[in-house]
């Protein structure tokens, strides 16, 4: 359980009862004492007026006409909170989908009656509709606890480039983009850090052997994009006109960023790409049409007009 659906599930049940123990409490979540005590201790931040005593007999109590508490949300973070475990659950699998279920139950439970009223009509007019894609990704809980852990991973995964191989990774942790989970992770055959779709892993066992490889630097998930993206290699310069139209594509932004576009002219961006990623890069470009034309690198023309050569064979 996630200490976010753990905080919920607190704080619906210290409304319910009288009187409970910190260990009472770590029994029944299956963590440590400590952990819970951490836990009482950020609900009394909340502004939730919990009262301890000490010795036989002592523990946790409600002041009395305390029964009825609500987290100190404001409706907008409380909008916020649904709106993000709905976007999460929009995924086909995931880590905690199950607990984010509870987590929004327990949410709602806990606050006031007009406040859920209110809450209720500000969603007919809050939706998210990002379109669901359909896949199936049974390890990725067990390359979320393999991160937890800090154990290597001998793989076998399913590349769209290079089919189906063994490999050997020390995963980072998981992240969602555009649809699909990914597990970043070190890839010890490309001597490399990448991020490989979930749903193309095959086979994850955890790798035991003492004379392994040793363990790479810890990298946070908020940097992964960054550090990834200095760690391919030799990197080429772009240079690409872009339409008017073309610099509002959520395609194009997504892979180039911000795009500024004066008047009626387009726009001229530059910026740096890895050699290594040249196809990811002519596909990706290749899918905005003539809203873009790259003039450099050479290697990228070339790969572009190969795939666009490729595809009006198809039709010849």
Same mark, same amino acid.
């Given at each position: 359980?996630?200490?976010?659906? %753990? ?18 409490? $770590? ?13 009482? $201790? ?36 409380a909008l916020a909170l649904i709106v993000s475990y709905e976007a ?10 199950? =607990?984010?279920?509870s987590a929004v139950t327990k949410l709602r439970a806990a606050l006031?009656? /007009? ?29 979320? %606890?393999? $991160? ?20 050997? &990774? ?28 979930? /749903? ?7 790798? =035991? =052997? ?8 810890? &990298? ?10 200095? /760690? ?7 240079? !690409?006109?872009?339409s008017e139209r073309g610099a509002k594509s959520f395609e194009l ?24 990623? &040249? ?14 034309? !790259? ?9 572009? %007009? ?11």
């Amino acid at each position: 359980m996630s200490r976010t659906a %753990r905080l919920l599930e607190l704080l619906v049940r210290v409304q319910t009862r009288a009187h409970f123990t910190s260990q009472e409490l $770590a029994e029944e979540f299956g963590v440590s004492r400590r952990t819970i005590l951490r836990d009482m $201790a950020v609900l009394s931040e909340m502004g939730i007026p919990l009262r301890s005593t000490s010795g036989p007999g002592g523990g946790y109590s409600l002041p009395r006409g305390g029964r009825r508490l609500s987290p100190s949300l404001t409706m907008d973070e409380a909008l916020a909170l649904i709106v993000s475990y709905e976007a999460l659950l929009r995924y086909p699998v995931s880590p905690f989908s199950s =607990e984010g279920v509870s987590a929004v139950t327990k949410l709602r439970a806990a606050l006031p009656t /007009d406040v859920v009223r209110e809450l209720d009509a500000l969603r007919e007019h809050v939706a998210v509709v990002e379109p669901v894609r359909d896949y199936e990704a049974p390890l990725l809980g067990e390359l979320l %606890r393999a $991160a937890l852990d800090g154990s290597h991973l001998k793989v076998t995964y399913d590349s769209i480039g290079s089919g189906v191989s063994e490999r050997v &990774i020390f995963p980072f942790g998981v992240y969602a983009s555009q649809g699909f989970w990914y597990c970043a992770c070190h890839d010890y055959k490309r001597e490399m850090n990448v991020g490989l779709r979930a /749903d193309r892993f095959l086979l994850v066992e955890r790798s =035991e =052997e003492p004379d392994g490889p040793p363990r790479p630097p810890h &990298i946070p998930l908020v940097n992964w994009t960054h550090e990834v993206r200095n /760690d391919l290699g030799e990197r080429l310069r772009l240079r !690409v006109s872009v339409s008017e139209r073309g610099a509002k594509s959520f395609e194009l932004v997504s892979l180039l960023g911000r795009i500024e576009v004066e008047g009626n002219a387009g726009a001229l961006v530059e910026a740096e790409i890895p050699r290594s990623e &040249i196809d990811f890069y002519a596909s990706r470009l290749l899918s905005i049409g003539t809203d873009v034309l !790259v003039e450099s690198p050479a290697e990228l023309v070339w790969a572009i %007009r190969e795939k666009a050569l490729e595809v009006a064979r198809l039709y010849d």
